[in-house]
């Protein structure tokens, strides 16, 4: 761990599972009781706007509900005490990361506290509902979506991600099962760029054996005992 000093990080769904927040891929498939092709596309949009306004309305009002988890806090304290250069990557939409006090934290899919108006392409911070299709404050039409990266979509950040995980010395994903690229890809880069790896999961991802160490067990026990003993070496 010496030689250390610059450190990216990838978070997914499992990261906040212990919160209360639903993980995408549970044992039944669904997401929420949803199939991702009615809730995450453009064209689910296009289809039944009502019900993925509600969708996410529902997944914006929970988060009212739930709180950062110990793995959310170490991530923070991490940030703050890293003198290297430090970017949190999340895949999710909460804003548990956030709240916890990450501040070189980029949202890659979106945020669910985020509206994007389809008008006048204004993204704006968005704390209500969508589904009774507001105007927007910026240009006045009807037209706010949740400004959340669907299926199909290019997702947010790219460019600085890939910056960062070119200069990478460690790369550590957290909680994600693996399945969805680009962020899939992520340890490949890394570890084309001379990077460790490390995968931080419940059980073992799509793309453990692409690691150098993989710990399994839960994000709060161990994102905890991860940071404790970096900061200490
Ligand atoms: P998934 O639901 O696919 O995977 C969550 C992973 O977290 C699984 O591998 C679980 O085993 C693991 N897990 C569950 N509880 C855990 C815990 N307490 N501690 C550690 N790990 C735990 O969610 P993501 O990988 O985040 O994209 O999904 C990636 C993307 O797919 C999402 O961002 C979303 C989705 O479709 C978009 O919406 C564009």
């Avoid at 927040?21 to 596309?41: N, Q």
């Amino acid at each position: 761990m010496d030689n250390i000093r610059n450190i990216v990080i990838l978070t997914g769904a499992g990261v906040s599972a212990e919160s209360g927040v639903a993980t995408f891929r549970g044992p039944d498939g669904l997401w929420e009781g949803h199939r991702v092709e009615d809730v995450a596309t453009p064209g689910a949009f296009v289809t039944d706007p009502h019900l993925v306004q509600k969708f996410y309305d529902e997944r914006r009002a929970k988060l009212k509900t739930v709180k950062p988890n110990a793995a959310h806090e170490a991530l923070a304290w991490l940030d703050a005490e890293w003198k290297g250069e430090l970017l949190l990557v999340t895949q999710n939409v909460d804003d548990l990361h956030d709240r916890a006090g990450s501040r070189r934290l980029v949202h890659m899919h979106g945020e669910l506290n985020s509206a994007w108006c389809l008008a006048c392409d204004a993204r704006m911070p968005w704390a209500g509902t969508l589904l009774d299709f507001p105007d927007c404050p910026e240009c006045g039409q009807k037209y706010l979506r949740p400004d959340i990266v669907w299926f199909g979509e290019m997702p947010y950040y790219m460019e600085r991600i890939e910056a960062a995980l070119a200069v990478c010395d460690l790369f550590v994903s957290i909680g994600t099962s693996g399945a969805v690229y680009p962020a899939a890809g992520f340890v490949q880069t890394a570890r084309a760029c001379g990077a460790k790896t490390l995968e931080i999961n419940l059980d073992p991802s799509e793309g453990s054996h692409l690691f150098d160490e993989s710990r399994q067990g839960p994000a709060g026990t161990l994102v905890p005992e991860w940071v404790a003993r970096l900061l200490q070496d």
